[in-house]
């Protein structure tokens, strides 16, 4: 513990309110509802840092499902414990990684997330250039449902293909995601740690002894509102959130097969253009060294984006080969191996 674990990052927990989305226009709300993700999302109250990094430390696996012991509590992440802290549905038995739909194009479903989908690099997978519900599932995908640490910016593969499930109202088994994240961070060497809330709450119900514990409370930076929409360049306009720059339509709002009111969503934004103004002058082109520079820089970026896929890939298959291993110890009667 003392040379793993004291002093590992803990991924900073968000919080946010559905209702208040909803009552500012929004429309993804109820694609977080139908996932029965509402009370996972709305999680508070403080969180525990010694006391997780003590959980993911002398954590075992019992047929996948993480367990560990705090403070004499035995904790699992299965399904009931899961549901009980924070409403999430599954049981741990859908393996969440590799993901396997038919329709699932990574390419297509970022396209359709993109308010200008003509002037958008593909390349590099950005969350900046999305609609604005796209935007923020996408903001949820990265700082809560599958947390990670640095480069929220640029959406992942899974990333993508977790929008795409969510949007499609494909049923998701929560409680294999949140053990997949949790034996990925156990499994890197300074693996920060996600689901603070989460795992604080687990230990309040188990009645885990807190007395005397170090505990983090939230401030204003763990919630999603509305300086999180100033911050992803959003103003609100005649009521109306919208990107700054971009004039809100006022067409009547029309519904999607999958019964979300598309609003302005599916529509490209339209660039607000001031009469009576002259037309600047047409930016200098890059020298040929600053553009040999940025060159590099592109090709930096892409290197180290195509790197770690490539490194997520690798982790994937040990996780699937792990899977098969474990199953066929237990078909096999064979004691699972502690972590």
């Known amino acids: 513990?003392?040379?793993?674990?004291?002093?590992?990052?803990?991924?900073?927990?968000?919080?946010?309110?559905?209702?208040?989305?909803?009552?500012?226009?929004?429309?993804?709300?109820?694609?977080?509802?139908?996932?029965?993700?509402?009370?996972f999302l709305e999680l508070e109250g403080p969180y525990y840092l010694e006391l997780i990094r003590l959980f993911l430390c002398f954590a075992a696996s019992n047929e996948g499902i993480m367990q560990s012991v705090v403070k004499g509590k035995l904790i699992k992440l299965e399904g009931p414990t899961l549901k009980g802290a924070a409403g999430l549905s599954g049981n741990g038995t859908t393996k969440p990684q590799p993901f396997n739909f038919g329709d699932f194009e990574e390419l297509k479903t970022f396209?359709?997330?993109?308010?200008?989908?003509?002037?958008?690099?593909?390349n590099k997978f950005l969350a900046g250039g999305m609609k604005k519900n796209s935007r923020l599932i996408s903001f949820i995908i990265a700082w809560m449902l599958k947390p990670h640490l640095h480069n929220h910016a640029q959406m992942s593969r899974d990333d993508i293909l977790l929008m795409h499930v969510i949007k499609k109202k494909i049923k998701i088994d929560w409680v294999s995601v949140v053990n997949y994240c949790m034996w990925k961070a156990r499994r890197k060497e300074d693996g920060p740690i996600p689901y603070a809330l989460l795992l604080s709450r687990i230990f309040e119900?188990?009645?885990?002894?807190?007395?005397?514990?170090?505990?983090?409370?939230?401030?204003?930076s763990n919630k999603i509102e509305k300086s999180s929409l100033h911050h992803m360049g959003?103003?609100?306009?005649?009521?109306?959130?919208?990107f700054k720059g971009d004039v809100p339509l006022t067409p009547e709002p029309t519904t999607e097969e999958?019964?979300?009111?598309?609003?302005?969503?599916?529509?490209?934004?339209?660039?607000?253009?001031?009469?009576?103004?002259?037309?600047?002058?047409?930016?200098?082109?890059?020298?040929?060294?600053?553009?040999?520079m940025i060159n590099k820089l592109d090709a930096v970026m892409e290197m180290s984006r195509r790197h770690e896929s490539i490194y997520s890939g690798i982790l994937d298959r040990f996780d699937n080969l792990d899977h098969e291993i474990g199953r066929i110890k237990a078909q096999l009667g064979m004691p699972e191996d502690s972590e």
């Open 205 to 220: 119900k188990a009645g885990v002894d807190l007395t005397g514990e170090k505990k983090i409370i939230l401030h204003a």
């Open 1 to 39: 513990y003392f040379e793993w674990y004291v002093g590992r990052r803990i991924i900073p927990p968000k919080t946010l309110k559905l209702d208040w989305f909803k009552n500012e226009g929004f429309n993804f709300p109820t694609l977080l509802e139908h996932q029965e993700l509402g009370k």
């Open 111 to 122: 396209k359709d997330c993109q308010r200008n989908p003509e002037n958008t690099n593909y």
């Open 258 to 292: 999958d019964g979300v009111p598309s609003h302005d969503e599916d529509q490209p934004p339209q660039v607000e253009v001031e009469p009576d103004r002259e037309q600047e002058a047409e930016p200098k082109p890059f020298s040929p060294f600053k553009q040999i």
């Open 234 to 242: 959003m103003l609100k306009q005649e009521d109306k959130w919208v």
